[in-house]
């Protein structure tokens, strides 16, 4: 049966690959809606080639521009207000929630809420309100496909295994871009640098996140809330070839893993199509060529970042909240020249330390916290 899919964030590089997925697979999805937040020149073509009913641009003289614009007839809504009026109203099956950073979590509780299918690559959405999402989740029949490539690792790792025959996760992470420098050296590191990441082309903001390992651990706060699993059973190694996507240890000391080339489309195809998987022509897996996979532990004294990370899992409540705030705040921070790469994590720390925790928040408290700690961490900058 068709599929309709709805896009936050279609401008992005994991928006711009599910558009990919989708004109590859025309007779299984097409695109009820798509929205972006200001790359009007890029969503122009993306509504004449899919034809969406609704486009929702958030900055309002960004959709004032498209509306002028528009050569074919698409409804077009702007701001917050128009991003959760598509997630309530529009027609579509599946949510692919690729906006970065917090902006995602309210449209995406709205597609939770009709029990939609949640193809997710926000991460940020699981790491400020994993509780409150997964047990709308539960509530309303909404399933949580992963699209991030560890999390979709694991997915398939545990396709037809017991939750209790599970002793841990291992998430691989390619060490970014630092994997091999001085924890000293961090201080002098330009943002071209940090943006050079070595096996993948995304956004720069979880581009930044990787060279300095906060996205793993925003990962593991992820996979803590769709696997279920406590911290003591996540584990983080340093693969720097990324062909292992990540690996599941099971009780008999078993370990399955998800291996393939890094191309984030396979994780989004397999996220859309679940649980069925459909053929297509990217390239595919040359283990000759790879040669050799290898393994490191990761270093939390180099990157604080996932230290913060761990210790914010552990105090759950508002603290991964705090932490994502923070990090979003001091990463913009640092993309615009305003303090060095070292200052992530100093930052970050000071906010964890100030900010109140609150236990089981619900929206209202996380809508709160995040303003807060945004506000807290700018006086920082
Ligand atoms: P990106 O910066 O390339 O794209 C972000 C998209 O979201 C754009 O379409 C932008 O218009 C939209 N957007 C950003 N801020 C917005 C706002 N305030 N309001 C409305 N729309 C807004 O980011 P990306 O690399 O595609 O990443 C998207 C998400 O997927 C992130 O949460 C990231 O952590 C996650 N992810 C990305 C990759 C990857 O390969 N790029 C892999 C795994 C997970
Ligand atoms: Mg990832």
Not at 93 to 106: S, T
Not at 141 to 149: H, L, Q, T
Not at 170 to 187: C, D, M, R, V, W
Not at 248 to 272: H, N, W
């Amino acid at each position: 049966m068709m599929k309709k899919v709805l896009i936050l964030g279609s401008t992005g590089s994991i928006g711009i690959n599910t558009l990919d997925v989708i004109k590859k697979h025309p007779d299984k999805f097409s695109v009820s809606a798509l929205t972006i937040n200001t790359r009007i020149d890029l969503l122009i073509p993306q509504i004449n080639e899919f034809k969406p009913e609704l486009v929702v641009v958030t900055n309002e003289s960004a959709a004032e521009r498209l509306r002028e614009n528009l050569s074919i007839n698409c409804k077009v809504l702007s701001g917050v207000k128009g991003l959760v009026y598509a997630a309530a109203n529009c027609e579509y099956d599946i949510l692919l929630g690729a906006m970065v950073g917090f902006a995602g979590l309210l449209p995406t509780i709205e597609a939770v809420k009709r029990g939609k299918r949640i193809a997710l690559a926000n991460k940020e959405t699981l790491v400020v309100a994993g509780e409150l999402i997964t047990k709308l989740g539960r509530e309303y029949n909404s399933e949580i496909i992963p699209v991030d490539s560890e999390h979709s690792a694991i997915y398939q790792c545990l396709v037809g295994e017991k939750a209790e025959e599970v002793e841990k996760l291992i998430l691989t992470a390619s060490g970014g871009p630092f994997f091999k420098k001085q924890k000293g050296e961090l201080n002098n590191v330009t943002v071209k640098e940090a943006l050079a990441h070595p096996n993948w082309k995304m956004g720069d903001k979880i581009t930044i996140d990787s060279a300095s390992l906060m996205n793993k651990g925003l990962e593991v706060i992820e996979a803590r809330w769709l696997f279920g699993l406590p911290k003591e059973k996540i584990d983080v190694v340093i693969h720097p070839q990324s062909i292992i996507h990540s690996m599941v240890e099971f009780i008999d000391g078993s370990v399955k893993a998800q291996l393939g080339v890094p191309d984030m489309r396979l994780p989004i195809q397999y996220a859309l199509s679940f649980p069925k998987r459909l053929e297509n022509d990217f390239p595919k897996t040359d283990f000759a060529a790879i040669k050799e996979l290898t393994f490191f532990e990761p270093d939390m004294e180099k990157f604080q970042c996932l230290k913060l990370a761990y210790n914010a899992l552990t105090a759950e409540g508002t603290a991964p909240c705090i932490l994502n705030a923070a990090n979003e705040v001091a990463v913009k921070g640092f993309l615009e020249g305003d303090i060095a790469f070292s200052k992530i994590p100093v930052i970050i720390d000071k906010a964890l330390e100030t900010i109140e925790n609150h236990t089981s928040p619900n929206l209202e408290t996380i809508i709160e916290c995040d303003k807060m700690t945004r506000k807290f961490a700018e006086e920082l900058i």
